[in-house]
């Protein structure tokens, strides 16, 4: 049983290293949606004012919901084009990463925001911290740019959250602009970088 064990864990790593490439260009569209729909739900809290607490997270966990069935559907589409399994182990392995601090976000920002312990804006950073714990995870599986990029979350989030603690916010920032530069406008960049370095290798 352990040698079966250990053949599918070598089998699994293996796998990863091979489909590196085509993981960097799977990201690519998966990062572009996930950036349309975040500066999209962005504009539509801006124009329609839903800046109370539960209008808020309501917006924004239904474009989550809309964002990891988007990438799904992209993920599942190459799987049938390149006639292979969906639920792979290498697949299993991401999901298991990203799982926990994804669920862990969720749960303790809309806690925090039931006992009165939030307001719209620290549960962006709130919900940002545990998103770039989630890349950072997924980054051991899949291309480790990705763990940069969730670097980049967990210390914005991190400074910014001592920052507030520290110096209360003078200045009434709607916590959309927030959520549609991180989860928008971020999300863009990254997936037109790896769309371009896609590009780029596969010329040369």
């Known amino acids: 049983m352990e040698t079966n064990q250990v053949s599918e864990h070598l ?9 590196s490439a085509l993981y960097r260009r799977e990201l690519a569209p ?5 950036g349309t729909l975040g500066v999209a739900a ?3 809290g801006l124009e329609l004012h839903l800046e109370s607490m539960g209008a808020f997270a309501g917006l ?3 474009t989550a919901a809309v964002a990891v069935a988007g990438a799904f559907l992209i993920a599942r589409r190459q799987a049938f084009k390149d006639h292979e ?3 792979s182990p290498p697949t299993r392995r991401v999901a298991h990463a990203l799982l926990p601090p994804l669920l862990a976000g969720m749960c ?3 806690t925090l925001a039931w006992v009165g312990l939030a307001n719209p804006v620290i549960l ?11 890349l950072h995870a997924a980054g051991f599986f899949i291309p480790r740019g990705m763990k940069l990029f969730g670097w980049v979350f967990v210390g914005l989030a991190c400074t910014s959250l001592m920052f507030l603690a520290i110096v209360p916010l003078k200045v009434v920032v709607s916590a959309h602009w927030l959520m549609g530069f991180f989860f928008g406008v971020l999300h863009l960049a990254c997936g037109a970088y790896l769309r371009l370095t896609a590009r780029r290798n596969s010329a040369a």
Do not use: K, N
């Open 85 to 87: 399994s969906f639920w």
């Open 30 to 34: 998966v990062m572009l949606s996930t």
């Open 60 to 62: 924004w966990l239904c």
């Open 124 to 134: 962006t950073f709130t919900w940002l911290l545990f998103y770039g714990c989630a």
């Open 42 to 44: 962005a504009a539509i």
């Open 11 to 19: 089998q699994v790593i293996r796998t990863l290293m091979e489909r």
């Open 108 to 110: 303790l920002g809309l």
